[in-house]
């Protein structure tokens, strides 16, 4: 054993407390090579989730997936990559009521400086369900606005989920939006069998 | 062999003074207990039983390794003790009560609900996610802490100092940090818009993202844009690989901190740029966040002292200077103290 590693075992004289179990672990040859290993599988897991689409990636990845999902290091860097969106495209949702009138509800947004602190998380999902490609999402986003409805004092007999899209020109002035309803639900009355 | 283990041992275990690991406990902190404070109006909607996502199951999607408290569809008291446990274990994180604990809890909370709804969260928030991970493994609440301040209480050490401890924990912070900048970069020149210059006003162009007012002259001229797009690859270019250099590190640094401000300022993306600022912290030496403490402490003590109408430096701060242990072949990941100010055992914050 080198004298180093001894005399990290040694307790110093004066050392104002005890030692934790991690501090212990680095002072020995064996916890030296516990935290190492530990330190190459955190490294593995980052270093190939990160590699682009590649072979290399398809080999390397299986081998840390576990380790990636219960540590929660999963992280995607293609922040407006590989190319910013060249439309723009807003959820929204056509609420149609009893009384015949109807209402178009946009995802929540609060002011620029607090507001933008809370509300980029509803923005996200507004990206998502924009994408309108999953369907198993429509159902839940379509009840959670009428139950919003209803809870408020309205009374909804439909949410019609829609897309707002108007493509962005640099330069010019932006085109005229395009509408697209892509699900419909429809709201059950008290004492009704759910639809949708 | 022999020197690649040491240069192994110099570089993850080398001991250095643990006053960056507090601060980026405290930062961390206080970044992670914004977002569950601001995340509290939604938390129903977003993870609650009747929310806008049914989670999926992942006990039987066969995807490894998935955890959660939450499960596909919790109970709203479940969700919101989970809620309350993320707030109450941040601001421990803040004030560094039972850190390590805390950490833990913080990291089990926003795993949980990262997992229960991912559709909600940005590449920020998955950052935050990251850092609480980092957290469980760093010695942040060794000092600048109420644990500290409890053991001084108690007679065993001061609470200004920061007993060295390995640096390994920082040291992941900051390879994840070159990486996230690297895989930006390398996911961007991907794009025709970034090589041909025109990305960054087409992002200044999605309206539901836009934060605070530009100039038209920023957001739609092509030549701005040209030169806006190619300065955001050689910034995350320069974020990823020079600020492994010493010589370059602030100024790189101080750059990225513009960089991240001016986007904060243009983009409602949370708190991603707070989140890459606690990464920054992990790069400041702890010789330079030991100068700044004994600083910041001096003038405190200072100011103290003008106050109570006496001007010499009654708690005995003021004219001390960053000192160390005797021992300065500091062994490697023990438990040799670098005191800041006054080192006298047993003195309170």
Request: charged share 20%; glycine share 10%; aromatic share 10%.
């Amino acid at each position: 054993m080198s004298t180093r590693l001894r005399s990290l075992r040694a307790q110093r004289p004066g050392q104002p407390y005890n030692r934790t179990v991690q501090q212990r672990l680095e002072c020995s040859r064996a916890g030296r090579a516990l935290i190492s290993a530990g330190i190459v599988v955190i490294l593995g897991a980052v270093l190939t989730f990160n590699l682009p689409p590649s072979e290399l990636a398809r080999k390397t990845q299986p081998a840390f997936q576990r380790v990636v999902n219960a540590s929660g290091l999963d992280q995607n860097w293609s922040v407006f990559a590989p190319d910013p969106p060249r439309s723009e495209v807003d959820f929204r949702a056509r609420i149609l009521y009893r009384d015949g009138t109807e209402r178009l509800w946009e995802v929540p947004t609060g002011g620029p400086v607090l507001g933008a602190y809370w509300d980029y998380r509803w923005l996200k999902w507004g990206e998502i369900m924009s994408a309108g490609i999953d369907a198993r999402l429509w159902l839940p986003a379509a009840k959670w606005i009428a139950r919003q409805e209803t809870a408020a004092g309205r009374d909804p007999t439909s949410v019609t989920l829609t897309l707002s899209v108007v493509p962005i020109s640099i330069g010019a002035a932006a085109g005229a939006p395009t509408s697209v309803d892509f699900y419909v639900h429809p709201v059950a009355q008290a004492g009704e069998e759910p639809t949708g | 062999m022999r020197k690649a283990l040491a240069s192994w041992n110099r570089f993850w275990f080398a001991a250095q003074s643990t006053s960056t690991a507090a601060v980026v406990r405290i930062a961390g902190g206080l970044v992670l207990f914004g977002w569950a404070a601001t995340i509290g109006r939604d938390v129903l909607s977003f993870f609650g039983p009747d929310g806008i996502f049914e989670g999926p199951d992942y006990k039987t999607s066969g995807l490894k390794g998935i955890w959660s408290v939450l499960g596909p569809t919790p109970s709203a008291t479940v969700v919101v003790a989970v809620y309350v446990a993320l707030l109450a274990g941040s601001m421990c994180l803040v004030v560094g009560f039972h850190s390590r604990l805390a950490a833990l809890v913080v990291f089990v909370a926003l795993v949980s609900f990262t997992r229960r709804n991912p559709l909600v969260l940005n590449s920020g928030d998955a950052l935050l996610r990251v850092i609480s991970f980092f957290l469980l493994l760093l010695p942040g609440g060794e000092a600048l802490s109420v644990d500290r301040w409890r053991r001084a209480r108690k007679g065993t050490g001061a609470f200004w100092e920061f007993p060295a401890r390995a640096v390994w924990p920082l040291r992941l912070m900051q390879i994840q940090l070159s990486v996230a900048y690297m895989a930006a970069v390398w996911a961007k020149v991907g794009g025709g818009t970034w090589r041909e210059g025109s990305a960054v006003a087409y992002a200044l162009r999605v309206g539901f993202l836009r934060r605070l007012p530009l100039p038209e002259v920023v957001s739609g001229s092509l030549l701005v844009s040209n030169v806006l797009s190619y300065a955001t690859l050689a910034i995350e270019l320069a974020l990823g690989l020079l600020v492994w250099n010493r010589r370059l590190r602030p100024r790189v640094l101080l750059v990225g901190v513009a960089f991240h401000l001016a986007i904060d300022y243009a983009f409602r993306v949370g708190f991603f740029s707070y989140a890459m600022f606690v990464l920054y912290l992990a790069f400041i030496p702890a010789d330079t966040m030991d100068a700044w403490l004994s600083g910041g402490r001096q003038r405190l003590a200072r100011r103290k002292g003008q106050r109570s109408g006496n001007n010499s430096d009654s708690d005995g701060a003021a004219d001390n200077e960053v000192s160390t242990s005797p021992d300065d072949d500091v062994p490697e990941g023990t438990g040799s103290v670098v005191a800041v100010g006054d080192p006298s055992p047993g003195r309170g914050p």
